[in-house]
């Protein structure tokens, strides 16, 4: 079946040490998207790639950034993970228009001690 | 500004209906979706509305007033396996992002 797929589902860092998360995706769609979401509330937008277009959001720090290697793969580097950063990270994607449906990874939740 | 509004959490009885409402205001729109998401897991695309009116799916119907900025989320004979949270989301236009509303926690009680 066409997926999206984040490795790994569950990380666990250290307070500054250096953390990357993974996403990998088999439905050859265009556009990927990485979010941060915290308990109860909606996911943040923190970029999104349109091909090899990177956009940032203005409000995401700099201490997130990305890499998206190829097509298939994204990947989400948080440079020092502070105790604010844990939360469960969601990769998507979706075909070319935000009129079209997207489609999840089933995320990887951040812990920092 | 864009803004999503839903109500926090609601709580329906096994077999009921319950609808669940939304509304927006955004700078564009390119449609409307609801996703399904369970505790701990991703959201699921459950429906999506760029015209006026009533979409069906199943037990699943969504509905669209794009001159109120509303819609809602209509859930049938629900079952157990509903309780979850459903997000509202607004495609925007010129784009390729969606805003996300907070959700709605559906408790279905026995």
């Known amino acids: 079946d066409a997926m999206v797929i984040q490795n790994p589902r569950y990380q666990v860092t250290q307070f500054g040490k250096p953390v990357t998360l993974s996403c990998s995706q088999t439905l050859n769609h265009n556009v990927m998207y990485w979010y941060q979401q915290k308990s109860s509330q909606a996911p943040k937008l923190l970029f999104h790639y349109y091909d090899k277009d990177f956009n940032n959001e203005a409000d995401t720090p700099d201490n997130f950034q990305s890499r998206r290697p190829n097509t298939s793969f994204c990947f989400l580097d948080i440079r020092s993970p502070g105790l604010g950063d844990a939360a469960m990270y969601l990769c998507?994607?979706?075909?070319?228009?935000?009129?079209?449906?997207?489609?999840f990874g089933d995320g990887t939740r951040l812990s920092i001690l | 500004g864009q803004n999503i509004d839903q109500p926090t959490e609601m709580t329906a009885t096994e077999g009921a209906i319950v609808q669940i409402n939304c509304t927006y205001q955004t700078s564009g729109f390119n449609g409307l979706f609801w996703y399904q998401q369970h505790a701990g897991e991703a959201p699921t695309f459950l429906s999506y509305n760029v015209l006026d009116g009533l979409e069906e799916k199943g037990r699943f119907s969504s509905f669209l007033s794009r001159s109120k900025g509303y819609s809602y989320l209509l859930l049938k004979e629900l079952q157990m396996k509903d309780s979850a949270s459903y997000l509202c989301?607004?495609?925007?236009?010129?784009?390729?992002?969606?805003?996300f509303g907070a959700g709605t926690r559906l408790f279905v009680k026995a």
């Open positions: 989301a607004v495609g925007e236009t010129g784009g390729f992002k969606t805003i």
């Open positions: 998507a994607t979706s075909r070319e228009q935000s009129n079209q449906p997207q489609h």
